[in-house]
């Protein structure tokens, strides 16, 4: 897993109403650049720590915690014009007939 050293000053735009400075486009694209390459850094991290909870790893104690949350859902657009044309009970039905959709997200908190 790569490291990245992350430059947090901010660069005081000096704005005049003729210009942007060259120095002040680069910079916005330097930080750009920072942000992508953290941000594959965590991807990394979290799949490593995703993939090591699925298979039964446990958290050690500590101030963190980690776990994995799974949200089922249904997707139903359509309800108010089935509850309209056939009524509440056929959109229930339907309703209760249907495959939730799931998702599991990574939790860490402190």
Known sequence: MATQQVNTSVLQLSYTPHYICQ???????????????????????????R????????????????????????SVAWKSIVERELGEEYARRVLS?????TFTTLVIGA
């Not at 120095?23 to 750009?32: D, K, P």
């Not at 090591?52 to 249904?74: D, N, P």
């Open 97 to 101: 007939a249907t495959r939730p959709d």
């Open 51 to 74: 993939s090591a909870l699925e298979v039964g790893a446990s958290v050690q104690e500590g101030a963190f915690s980690a776990y994995l949350k799974t949200v089922e859902r249904r």
């Open 23 to 49: 120095s002040e486009l680069g910079h916005v694209l330097e930080l750009r650049r920072q942000r992508e390459a953290l941000d594959e850094c965590i991807k990394e991290a979290e799949t490593a720590i």
